[in-house]
């Protein structure tokens, strides 16, 4: 464990001192885990109204250079070549074994791509990429930007009266916009299951937005506690917890995240790192020996990560990966991996908590349904 002196800082960290955050080491930074009204107040007040988040921990990256399109896709399985300008997608960055070294967002501009990767992960995925990427496509790491996460059904009306033009955006629009007389990128997408929008600004500016944001009464700050919960309730993997180097993007259930074009007879199939173990098991011609999927309790004891998980008779069949006490559903909630025959939904099963077998059962994700404008 690191000590706080030994920590980044990000933009909004004096600030969060300020309003009373609790910081935590986490990935290299200090950052809140929580604010003064805890992680429950935080994420009901998420839900109901609008929640800031720090997010300036996590890399901004940007990509420009001839045929650059061409060049990334050749290291995600997206369809990166058909991201149109103004868009945003969801994309793995994969290894030649089929495993996930990150996830990543991917925007394109008229100027480049914008990338935003793992704040664990970006000194790797930076060294990664340019060790892959062809002579002449250039890879810039944004070290001198602020990223925040405005989250919540209130999120469009308390960011509008600072730029109007962000009610126009539709899930998963990523735009360059002047905000408080400067450029920022503005996406309308996030982590948490809500509508919202995440907002990268130049450092000098993080304080000053996030001072005007936090005095609309609707918007209160939010800590990575919340993040955490809000985002398993959206059924959202966490890297390094429930998607990592050994686990593909099938076992991992992202097969969505592979685009129609990369896939086996698509029209630009293969091609990218691992796709000789992804695409069979994505064509079930591969079997694959274990899924993540959805995990709900009967009770409200949490069932942490790291508890193993048994079938009828006693057997391990997993693990859960991540798990919390949902608040906006009112039960305990997980994911983990299980054995491929036990993944369908209503599959009972047990965890081992503390010595005790809970009761369980396979489900869907999300567990709460998100709230996208489309």
């Not at 935080?42 to 109204?49: G, M």
């Not at 790491?141 to 960011?159: F, K, S, V, Y």
């Not at 609309?216 to 700050?221: F, L, M, S, T």
């Not at 129609?260 to 064509?283: D, N, T, Y």
Request: net charge negative; proline share 6%; glycine share 10%.
């Amino acid at each position: 464990m690191s000590s706080q002196a030994d920590l980044a800082t990000t933009p909004l960290t004096v600030l969060h001192e300020e309003l009373g955050g609790r910081l935590v080491p986490f990935a290299g930074y200090s950052m809140p885990v929580q604010f003064p009204a805890g992680v429950k107040q935080e994420h009901l007040h998420t839900r109901e109204q609008a929640g800031l988040f720090d997010v300036s921990h996590m890399g901004q990256l940007w990509l420009t250079g001839p045929d650059m399109d061409k060049a990334l896709e050749a290291l995600i399985p997206a369809d990166i070549c058909g991201l149109k300008e103004g868009r945003q997608r969801y994309g793995l960055l994969t290894n030649e074994s089929g495993g996930i070294l990150d996830d990543l967002m991917i925007s394109r501009h008229a100027e480049g791509f914008y990338l935003v990767v793992n704040a664990a992960c970006k000194q790797a995925d930076i060294a990664h990429l340019r060790a892959m990427l062809p002579a002449g496509v250039h890879l810039e790491e944004m070290t001198d930007r602020a990223l925040l996460a405005l989250q919540g059904p209130q999120a469009e009306a308390a960011l509008a009266e600072l730029q109007p033009a962000v009610r126009d955006l539709v899930f998963m629009d990523n735009v360059m916009l002047d905000l408080m007389g400067e450029p920022a990128i503005i996406s309308r997408s996030g982590y948490t299951g809500e509508d919202g929008y995440e907002i990268s600004c130049p450092a000098h500016l993080a304080r000053q937005l996030a001072e005007t944001l936090l005095a609309d009464e609707r918007v209160k700050p939010i800590g990575l506690g919340a993040r955490d919960s809000l985002r398993l309730e959206a059924g959202l993997c966490l890297y390094g917890h429930d998607i990592d180097t050994a686990t593909t993007p099938v076992e991992a259930s992202l097969n969505w995240a592979i685009g129609k074009a990369r896939r086996s007879g698509g029209e630009r199939a293969g091609g990218f790192p691992g796709a000789q173990v992804i695409l069979p098991q994505l064509a079930k011609e591969q079997p694959i020996t274990r899924r993540r999927v959805g995990l709900e309790g009967q009770g409200r004891a949490p069932v942490r990560e790291g508890s193993i998980l048994l079938d009828a008779q006693g057997k391990r069949i997993g693990a859960v990966t991540s798990g919390t006490f949902g608040p906006s559903v009112g039960k305990a909630i997980a994911m983990g991996y299980v054995s491929a025959e036990l993944a369908e939904p209503g599959t009972e099963i047990q965890a081992e908590v503390r010595g005790k077998l809970l009761p369980m059962r396979v489900c869907a994700m999300p567990f709460k349904r998100a709230d996208y404008k489309r």
